[in-house]
Antibody
Framework: EVQLVESGGVVVQPGGSLRLSCAAS????????MHWVRQAPGKGLEWVSL????????YYADSVKGRFTISRDNSKNSLYLQMNSLRAEDTALYYC????????????WGQGTLVTVSS | QSVLTQPPSVSAAPGQKVTISCSGS????????VSWYQQLPGTAPKLLIY???KRPSGIPDRFSGSKSGTSATLGITGLQTGDEADYYC??????????FGGGTKLTVL
C-alpha cells in the first residue's frame, strides 16, 4: 500500500524559511517522479513542483520559482520542499504526491501538512 | 483563474447522472492525458480517472472519463449522497508545469 506522510508544516513569519518533508513507503520510490501540490484554505488545488526519479530534472510553478526548491533522497525514500522568502499567499495545506508514470500528474496523495505564513 | 476551466458547481438528484467539463487548449489537454480527482470534505484528493478514461482498481464503473480535442468530461451515473465532493481535472502543459482545473463542487440534492 502506497503511503505518503508529510511533515514540517508550522506557523512562520513573512520572509521566513521552512523545509517540508515527505516519507514514502509501499512502492519503489526511486522509480517515480514526485510532486508537491498545495491548497489554500477554501480554495482549489495548485501544483507547486515536480522532481524526476533521480532528481536530475525539476519543474516549478511560476508563483514559487526562485523561492522554493524541491529535492529528494532516494536512500531515505524521502521528498523535500525548501521554502524561502515566504509570503502570506503561500499559506496552504501542502500535499506530497506520487507521479503516475508517463503522465506527469499525481496518482497517490499524502494527507498534507499545513503551512501558515503570518506575523 | 485556472488555465483549465471547470464549472464551479453542478447538482443532480440521487440516482441521476451528472457530467463535469474541463476545457483547456492544445498546449495542455489537446496533447496530454487528463486525470480526474475526487476530494471529499476534509480529505486528500483521490485519483478517479487516468489516461483520459481509465479507472484505477477500486473505482466503480459509475465513474467515466472522456476527452475530445481540448476538452475532457467526467461522468458520474447512479448518483449517491456519498459522491458529494469537489472534483478536479488535471493534466500536463507544454510550459513544463502540471495544471489543475479550478474544481467543481457536486451537490446531490
Amino acid at each position: 500500500e502506497v503511503q505518503l506522510v508529510e511533515s514540517g508544516g508550522v506557523v512562520v513569519q513573512p520572509g521566513g524559511s521552512l523545509r517540508l518533508s515527505c516519507a514514502a513507503s509501499g512502492f519503489t520510490f526511486d522509480d517515480y517522479a514526485m510532486h508537491w501540490v498545495r491548497q489554500a484554505p477554501g480554495k482549489g488545488l495548485e501544483w507547486v513542483s515536480l522532481i524526476s526519479w533521480d532528481g536530475g530534472s525539476t519543474y516549478y510553478a511560476d508563483s514559487v520559482k526562485g523561492r522554493f526548491t524541491i529535492s529528494r533522497d532516494n536512500s531515505k525514500n524521502s521528498l523535500y520542499l525548501q521554502m524561502n522568502s515566504l509570503r502570506a499567499e503561500d499559506t496552504a495545506l501542502y500535499y506530497c504526491a506520487k507521479d503516475r508514470r508517463g503522465e506527469n500528474t499525481p496518482d497517490y496523495w499524502g494527507q498534507g501538512t499545513l503551512v501558515t505564513v503570518s506575523s | 483563474q485556472s488555465v483549465l476551466t471547470q464549472p464551479p458547481s453542478v447538482s443532480a438528484a440521487p440516482g441521476q447522472k451528472v457530467t463535469i467539463s474541463c476545457s483547456g487548449s492544445s498546449s495542455n489537454i489537446g496533447n496530454n492525458y487528463v486525470s480526474w480527482y475526487q476530494q471529499l470534505p476534509g480529505t486528500a484528493p483521490k485519483l478517479l480517472i487516468y489516461e483520459n478514461n481509465k479507472r484505477p482498481s477500486g473505482i466503480p464503473d459509475r465513474f467515466s472519463g472522456s476527452k475530445s480535442g481540448t476538452s475532457a468530461t467526467l461522468g458520474i451515473t447512479g448518483l449517491q449522497t456519498g459522491d458529494e465532493a469537489d472534483y478536479y481535472c488535471g493534466t500536463w502543459d507544454s510550459s513544463l508545469s502540471a495544471l489543475f482545473g479550478g474544481g467543481t463542487k457536486l451537490t446531490v440534492l
